[in-house]
């Protein structure tokens, strides 16, 4: 897929180069370590996960945590950056691994938890009302949302680049849109972590 073909510049921007050189500083054991703790205490509410997806994978090191959490998990993932996909391939098989655009997405089945991690703050504020309907279209059980939150939508310079960094209240949102969504949990206000986090879940 060529940069002509991605609906938003955003796309563009992660699919290319900003995307490969993001590899190599999301990776190595340190990393891993934080994603494992991480999970262990946003995840306190869920019980007996067999299957996930995340939307934005990149090269995995949140699905490889969620792997020693919960060793049989059926891990999928959906990661537009070709360089990322390939090092995807390492540790999961082809038929877990959507390389595409979360835009271009279609989800056909549904995961036990849907999960989304520093993603949504890159992606265009317009295109968000339709990753949000993804997002819970794919989740059967809980929907983990880990992003940088502000109270009203603002835009903020990212790595010296205009309009790739968002930040609003991602979890009140896909609520609002999605009544059905109950939250779960808000967690783990600290500067290491994104200060919105929301395990969400649908209403019996």
């Avoid at 500083?25 to 494992?36: C, T």
């Avoid at 090269?59 to 993932?77: C, E, F, S, T, V």
């Avoid at 949302?145 to 979890?171: C, I, M, Q």
């Amino acid at each position: 897929m060529s940069k002509k073909d991605y609906t938003t510049e955003q796309e563009g921007f992660w699919a290319g180069e900003f995307g490969t050189e993001y590899i190599q500083r999301n990776q190595g054991k340190a990393v891993l370590s934080s994603n494992l703790n991480f999970f262990a205490k946003a995840l306190n509410v869920a019980h007996g996960l067999k299957s996930c997806i995340e939307f934005g994978a990149n090269i995995g090191m949140n699905l490889r945590a969620l792997k020693l959490l919960y060793p049989d998990i059926d891990a999928h993932a959906i990661e537009i950056n070709a360089d990322a996909a390939r090092h995807l391939g390492g540790f999961f098989s082809s038929d877990q691994i959507y390389h595409q655009s979360i835009l271009d997405f279609e989800p056909k089945r549904q995961w036990d938890l849907t999960l989304i991690k520093g993603v949504l703050i890159h992606i265009n504020p317009e295109c968000l009302p339709l990753v949000y309907d993804k997002l819970v279209a794919s989740c059967s059980r809980y929907l983990l949302v880990a992003e940088y939150y502000n109270p009203v939508p603002v835009t903020v310079s990212y790595r010296g680049h205009s309009d790739r960094l968002f930040k609003r209240d991602f979890a009140g949102e896909i609520m609002d849109r999605h009544p059905q969504m109950k939250s779960l949990d808000t967690v783990l206000p600290t500067a290491a972590i994104p200060s919105s986090l929301r395990t969400i879940s649908p209403g019996s």
